[in-house]
């Protein structure tokens, strides 16, 4: 029989709710942390609980650490894997690789970026047509990978290659798809995609290290702190990371923030005459609909966050998507309102693990949106939009404008 936690996970899951999840969440906050001690997971969902967790000395990241991971690795005699991104890793391997990288992260590498930014987004937005065209394919999707590619001195005719890598890479980040009817077809295609794609990285660190340009792979190539330098394993993973957490996440922030403007039409005139809006309108749709919906944890040690016992060892899932709409933290939580006060939110994150793209996120968002607002002023939803399965980073696939 299913328990009232697993029902509501269950729900949670179902890719007919994926349009509009957030009554399931609001059900899920409501009802309280739920926990599965059987999955050794417990599951938060209210914007304090969430907090904490993210704050907490004892959360990790390395997935490693799990039970569940433990037990999997004893019971198939595996080894522990090679190198992974930071993104999970703990201290002190994650201080001394995010301390590398963000040194050639720095912003005045983001802001080179500008100029070429405005020249993408205007030569796709030419190319949308005077009939209903659709955003993601025309817009949100080729945007974020050439501005990565750019970033990494990726040539310009590879970048439809790193396109569909991307795409594959970006379901295996998700930790439901495996209960959502992933096929093992599918799961061979995000294998070769990935192998694919460290090769290619690797010849390209090869070309760079021969021939260093003025490019984030050179600098992280160069880069180097009292003589430790990132190893060629480490420089792919880190490649892999930027291209994975910086592809479909940018995708949906742009998406996301189009459709709650198009659903509040004097939100998009607004922002199309006054450009400067840009910035609320981009916080208010990391809170009101975040591209990254949820985000996990690691017990390090046996954890109290609120009112429950978290063993050491279990899975915390922290619903920041669910905790952006907690009306005890804000007012008409349910509201889309770039206007309202200060705008918190945790969609970039919190703490040791805080989004290293923010930054140039917020950077191609802003060109983006402000962009599309003013160069079609009379523009309306053409068709109800259509979600990916996906629920971690949950998105559209196709969002249709009539300019
Ligand atoms: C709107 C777009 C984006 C969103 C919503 C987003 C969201 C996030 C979130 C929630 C985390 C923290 C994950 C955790 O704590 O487990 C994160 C980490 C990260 N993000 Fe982003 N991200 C975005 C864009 C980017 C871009 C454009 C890049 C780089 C090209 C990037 C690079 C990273 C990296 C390197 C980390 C790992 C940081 C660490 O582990 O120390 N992100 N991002």
């Keep these: 029989m299913t328990t009232v936690a697993e029902g509501l996970l269950l729900e949670l899951l179902d890719p007919a709710n994926r ?52 037990r999997h690795m004893a019971e198939h005699d595996a080894e522990p894997r090679g190198a992974t991104s930071f993104l999970f890793l ?3 391997d994650h201080t001394r690789l995010r301390g590398l990288v963000s040194k050639a992260f720095v912003p005045k590498v983001i802001n080179a970026l500008e100029p070429d930014i405005r020249t993408l987004v205007d030569g796709l937005l030419d190319q949308a047509s005077d009939g209903p065209f659709d955003a993601i394919a025309g817009l949100a999707y080729p945007l974020p990978v050439a501005v990565i590619c750019r970033l990494l001195g990726v040539p310009i005719e590879d970048e439809p290659k790193f396109r569909d890598a991307s795409a594959l890479l970006a379901q295996a980040l998700d930790p439901f798809m495996a209960m959502t009817g992933e096929t093992s077809e599918l799961f061979d295609q ?8 460290a090769d290619y990285l690797r010849d390209l660190i090869a070309q760079r290290r021969r021939r260093p340009g003025d490019d984030l792979m050179s600098a992280l190539i160069q880069v180097e702190e009292s003589g430790v330098q990132l190893t060629e394993d480490e420089i792919v993973a880190t490649c892999d990371l930027l291209l994975i957490a910086g592809h479909e996440t940018t995708v949906n922030l742009i998406a996301n923030a189009i459709l709650a403007m198009l659903r509040h039409p004097q939100q998009w005139t607004a922002l199309g005459g006054e450009p400067g809006r840009v910035s609320r309108v981009i916080e208010e749709t990391m809170r009101y609909d975040p591209p990254v919906q949820l985000v996990s944890r690691i017990a390090g040690a046996d954890m109290t966050i609120g009112d429950v016992e978290v063993p050491n060892g279990d899975t915390m899932l922290l619903l920041v998507a669910a905790a ?23 969609g970039f994150g919190k703490g040791p693990h805080f989004c ?48």
């Design 190 to 197: 995000q294998m070769a995609a990935g192998r694919w794609l």
């Design 19 to 70: 349009a509009d999840p957030y009554p399931t969440y609001r059900r899920i906050r409501e009802r309280g942390p739920l926990q599965l001690p059987e999955a050794h997971v417990a599951v938060f969902s209210t914007f304090a609980e969430c907090d904490a967790v993210l704050r907490h000395p004892s959360s990790c990241s390395d997935r490693m650490k799990s039970t569940l991971a433990q």
């Design 324 to 346: 952006h709409r907690d009306p005890g933290v804000f007012d008409r939580a349910d509201e889309f309102d770039p206007d309202r006060g200060a705008i918190r939110h945790l």
């Design 356 to 403: 290293l793209g923010a930054p140039l996120a917020r950077l191609e968002a802003s060109v983006a949106l402000s962009a599309i607002t003013a160069r079609f002023p009379q523009a309306h939803l053409a068709a109800d939009p259509v979600y990916k399965p996906n629920l971690t980073l949950r998105g559209m696939s196709t969002l249709f404008v009539a300019p």
């Design 90 to 92: 703990d201290a002190p």
